[in-house]
Nanobody
Framework: QVQLVESGGGLVQPGGSLRLSCAPS????????MGWYRQTPGKEREWVAV???????NYADSVKGRFTISRVAANNTVYLQMDSLKPEDTAVYYC????????????WGKGTLVTVSS
């Protein structure tokens, strides 16, 4: 069973930066899209950023201009560089991978906590 493993979360002051990483426990083939989502207590999980197999990226309006998603295709690793962090960015961040199978296969990580506080 493939697992996605996130790392890089932690406590950071407002205005600071963090870099999240996500790698699969073993190789995954035919990934269409990888992305980052986040969730806070009492709220639904929301998408933050995605990157396709063609390296096309898209961002939620709330993080556009502050966060950057990137990937290393060779090992299916995806990163989220988070700059100018705000307290409202505090959440558990989850990695996601969608694979081109019928039906589509979706993998999730267990999440990494990001806390933005002074």
């Amino acid at each position: 069973q493939v697992q996605l493993v996130e790392s890089g979360g932690g406590l950071v002051q407002p205005g600071g930066s963090l870099r999240l990483s996500c790698a699969p426990s073993k190789s995954i083939f035919r990934i269409n899209v990888m992305g980052w989502y986040r969730q806070t207590p009492g709220k639904e999980r929301e998408w933050v950023a995605v990157i396709t197999s063609f390296d096309t990226t898209n961002y939620a309006d709330s993080v556009k201009g502050r966060f950057t998603i990137s990937r290393v295709a060779a090992n299916n690793t995806v990163y989220l560089q988070m700059d100018s962090l705000k307290p409202e960015d505090t959440a558990v961040y989850y990695c996601n991978a969608k694979v081109n199978t019928l039906p589509e296969t979706i993998y999730w990580g267990k999440g990494t906590l990001v806390t933005v506080s002074s």
